[in-house]
C-alpha cells in the first residue's frame, strides 16, 4: 500500500510517520509547505521505509500525479490555531476548504480513500455528552477554524454522493503530547509550556471549571494506523478521544509537578464556547483502544523543558 500524508511535517504528522504501521506498507509520500517551519521533523526519520518529501502545497498541480500512486490519503495540512483563525480567515478559507477541496476531488477521481481529521471543535457549547449522531443543528462550532472542519465534513459526504468518494472524518479531540514537531496553541500543550518557561498560565476567563475533550498524542497516531488498517472507508464520522477534563484538572496535574506555577485570567474570541464532553463509544465499538494517559503526556514534555533554566524547580516525585 501506498499512502500519502499531507502536513506531515505537524505536530500529529511528525509522530505518525515515526510510527506508521501499516500492513504491507509500500511508499510514503510526505507533503508539507513548511508553512508552520518544522524543518526538524524530517530529522532522523526511521529506516526500512519507503519515504518520499515533496516541499509543495497541497493545492500544487503535483498533488494529481501523488494521489494518482496513492491507496490512502491523510490530510492533515490544514491552519489550526483556533484562537488565531479569527484574525486569519482568509488563510482558513484557502487552505481548509479550497485546498481540502482540491485534494478531495482528486481521491474522488483517482479513487485514493481519504482520511479526514475534522476536530471535536465542532460540536461547541452543549449540555449532556455528546456523540457522533448529534444532528447537525446542533452542532455549534464556535471560530472560523472549527467552522471550516464542519464545512469539510459536509463537503466529504457531498462527494461521496456525487463522485463516490471515499473517506472516514475523525473528529479528534485535543492532542495533548510530545512529538517532534509538535505546537504549543493548545490547551495542555501550551500550559505545560508556559510553567516549564516560568510564566502564568494563561486560561481563559470562565473556562476554569468548562469539560472539553482530549486527545493523547499516541492514541491519535494508533486511530489512524487502525482506519488504515481496517480499511475502515465507511463515509461515516467517528470521535477520537482519550478522556475528557476540566481546565482546573488540567492546571491541578501540572501543578502537582510545577507547585510554584501561577494562573493568569485572560479574554478569549472563543471563551463563549462552554463546556462539553465527548463520547468515544463508537470507536471503541469499531475496536479501537485508548491507551493515552494525561499525566504521563504532561510528564513526556515538561521533560524535555527540564534544563530550560527558569529558576522553578520540576518535582520530580509527588
Ligand atoms: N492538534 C490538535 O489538537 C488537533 C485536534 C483535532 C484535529 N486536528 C487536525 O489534525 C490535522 C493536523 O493537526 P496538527 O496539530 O498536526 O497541525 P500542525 O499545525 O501542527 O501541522 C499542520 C502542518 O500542515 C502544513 N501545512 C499547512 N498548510 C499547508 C499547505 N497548504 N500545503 C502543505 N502543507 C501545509 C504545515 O506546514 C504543518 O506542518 C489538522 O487538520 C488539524 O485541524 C488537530
Given at each position: ?131 457522533e449522531d448529534c444532528s447537525g443543528r446542533e452542532l455549534k462550532p464556535q471560530s472560523p ?174
Amino acid at each position: 500500500m501506498n499512502i500519502c500524508i499531507t502536513g506531515a511535517l505537524g505536530h500529529i504528522g511528525s509522530k505518525l510517520i515515526r510510527n506508521l504501521s501499516i500492513d504491507n506498507l509500500e511508499k510514503v509520500y510526505i507533503v508539507d509547505n513548511f508553512l508552520t517551519q518544522r524543518y526538524a521533523s524530517l530529522f532522523d526519520l526511521p529506516d526500512g521505509i519507503d519515504f518520499t518529501f515533496y516541499e509543495i502545497d497541497v493545492q500544487s498541480k503535483i498533488m494529481k500525479s501523488i494521489v494518482e500512486k496513492s491507496d490512502v490519503l491523510v490530510h492533515l495540512a490544514a491552519v489550526t490555531d483556533a484562537e488565531k483563525s479569527f484574525e486569519r480567515a482568509d488563510e482558513v478559507e484557502k487552505i481548509n476548504r479550497k485546498a481540502l477541496e482540491h485534494v478531495a476531488d482528486l481521491c474522488a477521481e483517482k479513487g485514493c480513500s481519504l482520511l479526514f481529521p475534522s476536530s471535536t471543535s465542532v460540536y461547541g457549547t452543549q449540555e449532556k455528552v455528546v456523540d457522533e449522531d448529534c444532528s447537525g443543528r446542533e452542532l455549534k462550532p464556535q471560530s472560523p477554524y472549527a467552522d471550516s472542519k464542519l464545512f469539510g465534513e459536509r463537503l466529504l459526504a457531498e462527494l461521496a454522493d456525487k463522485k463516490g468518494l471515499k473517506y472516514v472524518t475523525l473528529r479528534i479531540g485535543t492532542i495533548f503530547g510530545y512529538s517532534i514537531g509538535m505546537r504549543f496553541h493548545t490547551a495542555v500543550n501550551k500550559f505545560v509550556w508556559q510553567a516549564s518557561t516560568g510564566r502564568p498560565i494563561t486560561i481563559w476567563t470562565t473556562a476554569l471549571h468548562q469539560k472539553r475533550p482530549y486527545c493523547d498524542l499516541s492514541d491519535c497516531v494508533r486511530s489512524l494506523n487502525f482506519f488504515i488498517n481496517k480499511n475502515c472507508f465507511d463515509n461515516q464520522i467517528y470521535n477520537i478521544v482519550t478522556a475528557n477534563f476540566t481546565v482546573q484538572h488540567l492546571v491541578n496535574v501540572i501543578k502537582k509537578y510545577l507547585p510554584e506555577i501561577n494562573i493568569s485570567f485572560v479574554d478569549s474570541p472563543i471563551m463563549n464556547q462552554l463546556s462539553y464532553e465527548v463520547s468515544n463509544k463508537k470507536s471503541t465499538e469499531l475496536g479501537l483502544t485508548y491507551q493515552g494517559n494525561l499525566e504521563a503526556g504532561i510528564i513526556d514534555t515538561m521533560l524535555k523543558l527540564r534544563n530550560v533554566n527558569t529558576g522553578i524547580k520540576m518535582r520530580t516525585t509527588t
